[in-house]
């Protein structure tokens, strides 16, 4: 607000000297006498049409015999002009001449320009003064403080994180009672780092912070401190902690701080770092010599891999709170939070929602409400019901519905059979996860794709179930083999096999499932070199290891393959079950894949030939979808978001 109205006083100001200056530039001195020449001048006088004259230096000014005015200027030295005059019979008068001593008005003109320059060099040196916000405040930190109006969020509308939760309500009821601490010998942490997946509620967590604690909150972005000039980010630093010493004892937010605390000496080149000096600045200013008693620092990051260790270490950070994806538990809290403002369906069980979610963070689950309640409102419905939250659910795990794409009737049918493939596959595996839907209506970048669903939350992958997955991943390609022939395979199961065989690689390397290379762990991560360590990374293994685990690899992918042609070839009618149900149906339920399986009859309310059934008590999968899609050139699309791997 005094921005605004400095800016308004200086805009006023300098309008008023630039009227001032254009109206006495314009003005006339002389009044409102009519200039004549010097020799009109004399002309008239010696026709005797000049009736007095006032003579001023060199100017004259008088009255025609008519009364009208006139001016003019005498040459100099013109000394016959006053006896011409007085032959004339016209009245002369005279009157000293001016001093040339300027006026207020002429000093104020001729110094305007100066005036003005003035005027704009002190307006840009108070705003080099001012915050980070202001112009040419480039070293000033752009930390904002939060206040109830920027929309406050308090602890109750945080849920299904309740341990992380309650790390942080510690260090709310310290500031609210330090003395319930200190009597103990107990100090408050300095920094506390939230680590978690995308969409967890790291940021959200700390604006409930900002709400219930009764202190100053300042909350800025890891990409706000450096810029195109050097030593802006050190300066913002240094500024941002003397903002929150001020208003100590504060707390200080930066989300997303890997933007500016990774490795130092990450990269390429020797060259001196912006990001590095903004960084040893923030190591200074939490734990250097300076005390910063009552300040505060929370940062939020999903990298914590590529953060420097200087900034971990207890002193700066002293917590280090872990924030996953919920439980089934969380999400039925997450889920209730989001539905407080959703009109129900009693038909609605969360329960059941929460429990077909799994892997669903906090922001999926935001999401996951929001499109029930479009989807609703769409139909015109005045309450969200449980069929909206399937088809929501749907929507967001395999992409929206292409119905409108135009399929060939070769193409939909091969489709029919890679997608039946998958699912004959599925259930014969009762290790994996029960099958939930099959569809060959096009959805995403998928043509097809069938659905898998756990009935709990994995927190591991055994051996038996992961040997599964590269069946059913398989089984795609195979049923494509067996009815169409091998001269027919298309390039749909690209994305399979690119899955399988990363699976398959994992547990060689990863995971110590080869008895022939043993419970090792070969190979090193590779990183982007500019988000991780140095470029000197290497494989910890010889080129005959490496080209072991190659042949382990494929030896476990064709294991997949071949179980998966046994239990398709043996099961061929099946197979041909499965792919006309989907051509007359184009989505089949898992009971109704099952019904198949055993030789029975679908049987449908509704036999429209293309509706989709919504079974009760859906599963979302942590694992991708098996599916045949396309990219741009033929190749197949990638499916649903990754999973969760094994043993993460």
Known sequence: MNFSKNVLLWVIIAVLLVALFNLFQTSSPRGTEAPVAYSEFMEQVESNQVRDVTIQGEQITGHYTDGRKFSTYAPPQSSDLVPTLRESGVRVSATPAEDNVPTFWGILISWFPMLLLIAV??????????????????????????????????????????????????????????QKFQRLGGKIPKGVLLVGPPGTGKT??????????????????????????????????????????????????????????????????????????????????????????????????????VLDPALLRPGRFDRQVVVPNPDVLGREKILKVHMRKVPLSPDVDVRIVARGTPGFSGADLANLVNEAALMAARKGKRVVTMSDFEEAKDKVIMGAERRSMVMSEDEKKLTAYHEGGHALVTLMCPEYDPVHKATIIPRGRALGLVQSLPERDRMSHSREYLEAFLAIAMGGRVAEEVIFGREKVTTGASQDIKMATDRARRMVTEWGFSE??????????????????????HKNMSERTAQMVDEEVKRIVDAGYQRAYKYITENRDKLEAIAQGLLEYETLSGEELKTLMAGGQIRRDDDTGGGTPQPSGGRRSSVPVAGKGKGSEGEAGIGPGPEPQPGT
């Open 121 to 178: 060099w002190i307006f840009f040196m108070r705003q080099m003064q001012g915050g980070g916000g202001k112009a040419m405040g480039f070293g000033k930190s752009k930390a904002k403080m939060l206040t109830e109006k920027a929309g406050r969020v308090t602890f109750d509308d945080v849920a299904g994180i309740d341990e992380a939760k309650q790390e942080l309500e510690e260090i709310v009821e310290y500031l609210r009672d330090p």
């Open 516 to 537: 022939k290379l043993g419970p090792l762990t070969y190979g090193e991560p590779e990183g982007e070199v500019f988000l991780g360590h140095s470029v000197t990374q």
């Open 204 to 305: 959200l967590l700390a604006r409930s912070i900002a709400g219930e604690a009764n202190v100053p909150f300042f909350t800025i972005s890891g990409s706000d401190f450096v810029e195109m000039f050097v030593g802006v980010g050190a300066s913002r630093v240094r500024d941002m902690f003397e903002q929150g010493k001020k208003n100590a004892p504060c707390i200080i937010f930066i989300d997303e701080i890997d933007a500016v605390g990774r490795h130092r000496g990450a990269g390429l080149g020797g060259g001196n770092d912006e990001r590095e000096q903004t960084l040893n600045q923030l190591l200074v200013e939490m734990d250097g010599f300076e005390a910063n008693e009552g300040v505060i620092l929370i940062a939020a990051t999903n990298r914590p891999d």
